[in-house]
Each structure stands twice: as C-alpha cells, then as structure tokens.
C-alpha cells in the first residue's frame, strides 16, 4: 500500500495553524496590554484613596475643630445675650424704684 501524500494540502493546513497560531498570539499580546493597563489603573486608584483617606482625616479634624469653637462661641454669645438681659431687669428694677420713690414721695409731701 502506498500513501499518496498531497503536499498542497499539507502546506495549507500548515499556514492555517501557523495563522491560527499567530492570531492567538495576537489575542495573548492584546490580553496582557489590557492586563498591564489595569494594574497600572488599579495602583493610581490604590495613590487616589489613600489621598483620599488623608483628606478625611484632615477634614475630621477641622470637624472637631469646628465644633469646639462654635460651641465656645455659643457660650460667648449666650453670655453677652445674659449679660443685656440682666441689665435691662436691673434697669427696670431701678425705674420702677424711681417711680416709687418719686410716687411715695409726692403722697408724703402732700398729705404734709
């Protein structure tokens, strides 16, 4: 028995596999380009929220801060706020005293 080999064909099926062959290689190349690029992505995100993670701890801090002086402001103005409170009950206590001073004394002088 004798083979008969058909050498066109063998040398088509080579150039197939060998396009087939550099097709995948393509694709692989192309895969390790999209790889590469989302590592390189996934380290400026990795830089962006540890920057992040400093600026809400900064902002933490100006929170507290905040806090503290508007509550001493609170208190200041609350003080001041008292404090024409209590003037102007002390100024009224002192008007009223005048006006009866002033009517007890004119009841004393006229009935004299």
């Given at each position: ?55 809400s701890d900064q902002l933490l801090d100006k929170a507290s801060e905040f806090k503290v002086i508007t509550r001493s402001m609170r208190y200041k103005h609350l ?34």
């Amino acid at each position: 028995m004798d083979v008969i080999i058909n050498h066109d064909s063998v040398d088509e099926e080579e150039q197939e596999a060998v396009d087939n062959l550099r097709k995948v290689q393509g694709q692989i190349n192309e895969l390790i380009n999209i790889l590469n690029t989302n590592v390189q992505t996934l380290q400026e995100r990795g830089g962006n929220l540890e920057a992040l993670e400093g600026l809400s701890d900064q902002l933490l801090d100006k929170a507290s801060e905040f806090k503290v002086i508007t509550r001493s402001m609170r208190y200041k103005h609350l003080a001041r706020n008292n404090k024409w409170c209590l003037l102007s009950v002390v100024l009224a206590f002192l008007l009223v005293g005048v006006i009866i001073g002033v009517v007890v004394l004119g009841i004393k002088l006229s009935s004299s």
